[in-house]
């Protein structure tokens, strides 16, 4: 718990962070020349801006502080590790800036006039709370750099974020990761309102809010059941040889939709599906009952050593970009670097023998 270094005045506090109390200073010198007290209150609407009380800092005041506790320039600048010269020269740009003197100096004693006293209360409260702002900044940082957010695409969060998350968990044990999930407008979206620290997904047209950071991109092909005539011909399949055959289309607002919308002559069965559904696992099961074909980015489609396949799509080749999104001008912590690095060694990984490009490689 951080509690306010213990007061060096027992005189009363302040009542307010926002607008400090300043009641012991209502008759005194420094109100006169420069505070602009009001009510008892410093008014920093009423100081103009070349008002001195703009220039006094928190080594101002925490140079008069030690002085105050130790009553001796020579102890006080050893405690703030500066030396007695850079000391006296604070405190008089101090007593300058507040059009007071604040120390009687003699050969031994250095003693509080009226006016430092009737500050000491509240110059205690200014670094106090300064401290506990500083604390909260660091703190909050510290948090921060140990939490994660992303939003990404169903074939990111599914095929390369696992074995990531595991890997930096297993280095970093005190590190949280929040993973949201969805289609690419769903990770715009997540961005946009900054829900999350960075997303992956695809680019529908530019945004003002938004940057874009090429990532990679994987090929379109066909998902059939392993025993469905388009999967059994061993190789590329063109799109004109997917008229005829039911499809199987998501109604969700996925990155493949303009893209197909693109391609000419596409067969009447694509465009206007025969079934729709929202979720790709949806989807594989109602393929792996023989109801029909879809359409997959090849990141996006099952292992290997299930019952369905993906073939390459020609005549033409589609592909799927997706990128780092991100909202302009934001910072990312450390995490989510690291994070992003190791999507790219994954991916480059993931991309051999299969129809994807790294970020990298793309021409």
């Known amino acids: 718990m951080r509690t306010n270094p213990a007061p060096l005045h027992p005189g009363p506090r302040p009542l307010s962070n926002s607008a400090i109390g300043y009641s012991n200073l209502k008759n005194s010198s420094i109100n006169q020349r420069n505070l602009f007290i009001e009510d008892g ?6 100081a103009p801006r070349n008002s001195p009380i703009y220039t006094v800092s928190i080594r101002h005041i925490r140079s008069f502080l030690s002085v105050c506790r130790y009553k001796s320039f020579t102890r006080a600048a050893v405690d703030l590790h500066v030396s007695q010269p850079a000391l006296t020269m604070a405190i008089r740009q101090l007593e300058d800036m507040v059009g007071a003197s604040l120390f009687d100096r003699t050969t031994r004693n250095v003693t509080l006039t009226p006016e430092a006293s009737d500050f000491l209360p509240i110059a205690e409260k200014i ?10 900044i660091r703190a909050t940082a510290h948090q921060r750099r140990r939490r994660v957010a992303i939003a990404s695409v169903y074939s990111i969060a599914t095929k390369v974020l696992p074995d990531i998350v595991k890997d930096m968990a297993d280095r970093n044990p005190d590190i949280h990761v929040r993973v949201r999930d969805g289609n690419s407008s769903d990770v715009r979206r997540r961005v946009r309102q900054n829900e999350v620290d960075f997303g992956v997904g695809s680019k529908e047209r530019e945004d003002a809010e938004l940057e874009f950071t090429p990532l990679f991109r994987d090929q379109l092909g066909l998902l059939a059941r392993h025993d469905h005539p388009l999967a059994q011909t061993g190789g590329p399949v063109r799109w004109a040889e997917l008229a005829g055959w039911d499809f199987i289309g998501l109604s969700v607002d996925t990155a493949t939709a303009p893209l197909l919308e693109q391609i000419p002559n596409l067969p009447e069965s694509i465009r206007l599906p025969r079934y729709e559904v929202s979720t790709n696992s949806t989807l594989w099961a109602m393929i792996e009952t023989g109801l029909g074909v879809t359409t997959t980015p090849a990141l996006s489609a099952p292992k290997p050593e299930s019952s369905l396949r993906f073939c390459q799509l020609v005549e033409p080749t589609v592909w799927r970009d997706v990128s780092i999104i991100k909202r302009r001008g934001r910072i990312l912590p450390p995490a989510s670097i ?5 999507i790219k060694t994954a991916l480059r990984a993931a991309a051999k023998g299969q129809l994807i490009e790294p970020e990298d490689e793309i021409a």
Do not use: C, Y
């Open 41 to 46: 209150r410093i008014n920093m609407a009423t």
């Open 338 to 342: 690291e994070i992003i690095r190791l």
């Open 127 to 136: 670094v106090g709370d300064f401290d506990i702002a500083i604390q909260d």
